[in-house]
């Protein structure tokens, strides 16, 4: 009898923490990030939850400022609910070692770093519903 109770403990445990990495409270989520009416590219959007102990999502710009938000490297999404919106330009390893010149001026890039701080970000969104599109524009 005791050998019965150890598997059933052990199948109970096994499905315990399969419902804990249950990512489905993940919803599909992209945008594009502008400023002046122009594409911003090579910037980190990163959406932080107001809930806390939940995951930042973030999703890199492409050349025309569209992102698509992921969780980690293996779950695309973000959690529903308020979140604060900063902002980090990434520098490519070939504009690092000048191979290529920047995909934002320094004025773009200065303006980026203004919302690179959580605690002074006055950007707020709500996450609703999974396929949401984000239309960020970084105030002038």
């Known amino acids: 009898m005791k050998r019965r109770h ?12 399969a419902a804990g990495c249950n990512k489905s409270d993940l919803v599909e989520g ?12 090579s910037t980190y959007v990163i959406f932080h939850p107001a809930e806390e102990g939940q995951r930042n999502s973030q999703g890199l710009t492409d050349d ?27 520098v490519s390893a070939d504009e690092e070692t000048h191979k290529t010149p920047p995909k934002a001026t320094k004025e773009l890039q ?10 002074n970000s006055p ?18």
């Open 6 to 17: 150890r598997c059933l403990a052990a199948a109970l445990g096994l499905l315990l923490a």
């Open 64 to 90: 025309e400022g569209n992102f698509k938000l992921t969780n980690s490297r293996t779950a695309t999404g973000v959690i529903r609910g308020q979140h604060t919106v900063t902002l980090r330009y990434y």
């Open 123 to 140: 950007w707020k969104v709500e996450v609703t519903k999974s396929g949401q599109v984000f239309d960020l524009k970084i105030p002038e």
């Open 110 to 119: 200065a303006v980026i770093a203004r919302y690179g701080d959580v605690t």
């Open 30 to 41: 992209s945008g594009r990030l502008t400023y002046k009416g122009q594409p911003v590219p």
